[in-house]
C-alpha cells in the first residue's frame, strides 16, 4: 500500500507526505530568547521538546540522546518502546547528526511527531528535501518510496506511531534511488483548470459538422440480443467506431452514418416528432424506433449543467481552450467541452463522454442527445459554413481527407508496446456525479530476466490520484492503485489506498488483478480500427 500527502500553513497540498506546522497554541511556541540547554542543541529545539511535552517523554527523550552520546559507532539511532496494543506500536526514536537513510519503503505505515530538531524527507513529489519543524505531524503510507535524513548539527527526536505492528525483520525494503527522485519521476504534467466566464453555448440557426464516435464496446458473445434490436438498421453502428456528417435546418437534423469497422451506410433524420432512416441518398425515408428527439439548439439548455472550469484538452492544443461542463445522468456525469471563441463570446461543443449505456444498443432516451448518448465519446468538429443533407457524403470524405483520418488499418501498422519503464500525467475525468477532474501520475515498471532475489516492485504500475486540487469537499485527500506484476515469489495483485484528509488515516482495499505486461494491447486481443495521420501539406 503506497499513499501520502502534505498540509503546508495555509492548507495547501504541495508535496507528499502529511505536514501540518504553524498550529501550535502560542503557550506552546518557543521563547527564541531561551538559551535552552548546552550541547549541540539549539535553543528554539530544546525548549520545545522540555517546555511542552509530559514529563516522562522528556526524560526518555534525554536518556535516548545520552545512548547516542556513548557509542562507539556512528551515526546509529537509539529508540524505546512506548506502547504496545493489537494494531499499532509507538515508540520514540533519536537520530544523531549526519544519519542518512537512503531510498526505501516500509511495510508498515508510519504516523510521526517530530519533537527535536529538524528532519529531511526527500521524495519523487519534491524538487528539494521536505524539512520538518518541531512540532509537525508526518504520515508515511506504507510503500511509499522515500529517504530521509538528519542533516543538522542535533540530535533529531520523533514520536513514531506504526501501523499494522510491524514484522522488524521485513520493516524496512530498499528500492532503486530513482523512485525517490524528481527528476526521474516528475510531478504531473496537466492543464490547470482555471475559472473562467463560461461563454454562451447555443449554435447557429443553420450548422454542418463531423464527428468521430467511439462505441461502449464491441458486440459482447455473452449477450442475448433480441431479435427486434439485431433487425435495427443502428445496431451494427453501436458496437464499431464510426464516423458521422451532420447538418442542422429547420427543425431536422440530418445524419450520415459510415462505419469504419464494415463501411456500411445509413443516412438518418430527426425532425420534432419522429426519426426516419433510409440506406441510400436516393431512397425514401422510413420511420424507425431509436427513442431519440431533436436537440435544442443549446445542448445544455434545461439541463442543469455545472461548469467545471476551462483548459485544453491534456495539450491537445494549447490555443483551444475549453469550457468543461458535466450533467447529472443519475449518480453519474456526462461531460461536455466546448471550444472558446473569444472573439464572439460563443463556444461550441467539440467533445462529449457519457458514462452509462443506452438500455439497449438501439434504444435511446428523449432527455439525452440523439445520436451521441450511443457512444461513449465524441469528438466534434463543426465547418465553417452549411453544408445541405443531400452533400453530407461528400463533406463527410472530404473533411477525413483534410484531417487526416483514416478507417481500418490500411498501413498494417503494429500494436503499440508500453516501455519498461515510463511515467505519464492525465487529467483523468471521473464518471460520479460529485467528482471533479483528478490530476494523476502513473508510473510503470516491468523489469525482465528476474531471479529469486527479484523484489515486489521490479514489476510495479502505480496510479496516484490528486483529490485536493478540484475536489476540496471530498475527504480523500490522494488515492492511489496500486498493481503488482507477477515475478518469481508471487502473481500479480494489487491495493487501493486512501490517505483520508479529516482522520490523517490510510485505507488499503485489495484488488484481484494485478500489473499488465508492456504488451498488454495484444493480450487483450486489441486491434486499430482508425488511424488519423499528420494531412498533407500542413507542415
Known amino acids: 500500500c503506497i499513499s501520502g500527502c502534505t498540509y503546508t500553513r495555509d492548507g495547501a497540498p504541495d508535496s507528499l507526505y502529511c505536514f501540518k506546522s504553524g498550529n501550535l497554541e502560542p503557550s506552546c511556541q518557543a521563547d527564541p530568547n531561551n538559551e535552552g540547554l548546552s550541547g549541540n542543541m539549539s535553543p528554539y529545539q530544546t525548549d520545545f521538546l522540555f ?26 539511532t537509539a529508540d524505546v518502546l512506548i506502547s504496545l496494543s493489537l494494531t499499532s506500536v509507538v515508540e520514540m526514536v533519536a537520530i544523531p547528526p549526519g544519519w542518512k537513510e537512503k531510498c ?64 522488524r525483520k521485513n520493516l524496512t525494503t530498499y528500492v532503486d534511488e530513482s523512485l525517490c527522485s524528481n527528476t526521474e519521476l516528475p510531478d504531473p504534467q496537466v492543464p490547470p483548470l482555471k475559472q473562467l466566464n463560461p461563454q454562451r453555448t447555443g449554435l447557429p440557426e443553420k450548422w454542418s459538422a463531423i464527428a468521430l464516435l467511439h462505441p461502449f464496446s464491441t458486440v459482447q458473445n455473452c449477450t442475448d440480443y433480441s431479435a427486434e434490436e439485431t433487425a435495427n438498421p443502428f445496431f451494427k453502428f453501436a458496437f464499431q467506431i464510426t464516423v458521422a456528417s451532420m447538418s442542422w435546418e429547420m427543425n431536422n437534423l440530418y445524419i450520415y452514418l459510415q462505419g469504419c469497422g464494415d463501411g456500411a451506410n445509413l443516412w438518418i433524420r430527426q425532425t420534432n416528432t419522429q426519426t426516419f432512416y433510409r440506406t441510400s441518398d436516393t431512397g425514401s425515408w422510413t420511420v424507425i424506433n431509436l427513442n431519440w428527439a431533436l436537440p435544442d439548439s443549446d445542448w445544455l439548455l434545461n439541463k442543469n449543467a455545472e461548469y467545471v472550469g476551462s483548459a485544453p484538452l491534456n495539450w491537445m492544443s494549447t490555443d483551444k481552450v475549453m469550457d468543461w461542463w458535466k450533467v447529472k445522468d443519475y449518480n453519474n456525469s456526462i461531460w461536455f467541452w466546448y471550444e472558446r471563441n473569444e472573439q464572439t463570446n460563443r463556444s461550441k461543443p467539440f467533445r462529449l463522454m457519457y458514462s452509462l449505456q443506452p438500455t439497449t444498443s438501439t434504444l435511446g432516451s428523449k432527455d439525452k442527445l440523439a445520436l451521441f448518448q450511443m457512444f461513449s465519446f465524441s469528438y466534434i468538429v463543426f465547418g465553417e459554413n452549411y453544408v445541405t443533407y443531400q452533400k453530407l457524403p461528400d463533406y463527410l470524405n472530404s473533411s477525413m481527407k483534410n484531417y487526416g483520418l483514416t478507417c481500418q488499418n490500411p498501413d498494417n501498422w503494429p500494436l503499440f508496446e508500453w516501455p519498461t519503464s515510463l511515467a505519464l500525467s492525465s487529467l483523468d475525468i471521473p464518471i460520479d456525479a460529485p467528482s471533479n477532474p483528478i490530476p494523476t501520475k502513473v508510473t510503470y515498471q516491468w523489469k525482465t530476466n528476474l531471479t529469486s532475489k527479484t523484489n515486489r516492485f521490479d514489476r510495479v504500475q502505480i496510479s496516484r490520484f490528486t483529490f485536493n486540487a478540484y475536489n476540496k469537499d471530498n475527504d480523500i485527500f490522494y488515492e492511489e492503485a496500486i498493481l503488482f506484476g507477477p515475478n518469481c515469489e508471487q502473481y500479480g495483485k494489487g491495493f487501493i489506498i486512501n490517505d483520508m484528509k479529516t482522520t490523517w488515516e490510510s485505507t488499503c482495499i485489495p484488488l484481484p488483478l494485478g500489473q499488465q505486461p508492456p504488451n498488454w494491447a495484444a493480450l487483450g486481443s486489441g486491434k486499430i480500427h482508425a488511424v488519423i495521420r499528420k494531412p498533407d501539406g500542413t507542415g
Open 104 to 167: 526505501h519503503m516500509h511495510t508498515s505505515s508510519a504516523s510521526m511527531l517530530l519533537l527535536m530538531g529538524e528532519y529531511s524527507f526527500i521524495t519523487s513529489a519534491q524538487k528539494e528535501p521536505l524539512k520538518i519543524k518541531p512540532g509537525a505531524q508526518v504520515f508515511t503510507p506504507q510503500w511509499n518510496p522515500h529517504a530521509e535524513a538528519n542533516e543538522g548539527n542535533s540530535p533529531v527526536v520523533i514520536l513514531v506511531k506504526w501501523s499494522p505492528v510491524p514484522d
Open 51 to 76: 517546555n511542552t511535552y509530559p514529563d516522562d517523554l522528556q526524560r526518555i527523550a534525554k536518556e535516548l540522546i545520552s545512548k547516542l552520546n556513548g557509542r562507539q559507532t556512528r551515526p546509529a
